[in-house]
């Protein structure tokens, strides 16, 4: 089963897609799907849609129990889970302090 493809968009950052998935269901409050309907400003000026930053960080997750070596010690992760960096995320990215 293929999942987590990276793509680039036309922000010209790289993104992660959903893939592997058969149904995704969330719940959000009203401000967060406000939130959600936004964009954010990245460092060389451009706007990132927040459903983008969503979508890649939802990819992220494990579809099963998987170990993550990533940082400083292992982490079991089980379906659901992801594991990854504020600062990780900021370099591919391109948002957040230079």
Do not use: C
Not at 19 to 30: F, M, N
């Amino acid at each position: 089963m293929k999942r987590n493809t990276t793509v680039t968009n036309s922000e010209k950052y790289r993104f992660r897609t959903l893939t592997g998935y058969d149904e995704i269901v969330i719940h959000l409050s009203a401000s967060a799907g406000e939130w959600l309907a936004g964009t954010t400003r990245a460092n060389d000026g451009s706007y990132i849609s927040h459903s983008t930053l969503l979508w890649d960080l939802v990819s992220r997750m494990s579809l099963t129990a998987s170990v993550s070596e990533g940082f400083r010690h292992t982490l079991h992760l089980s379906p659901g889970m992801a594991q990854y960096s504020e600062l990780q995320l900021q370099a591919e990215w391109g948002m957040g302090l230079p």
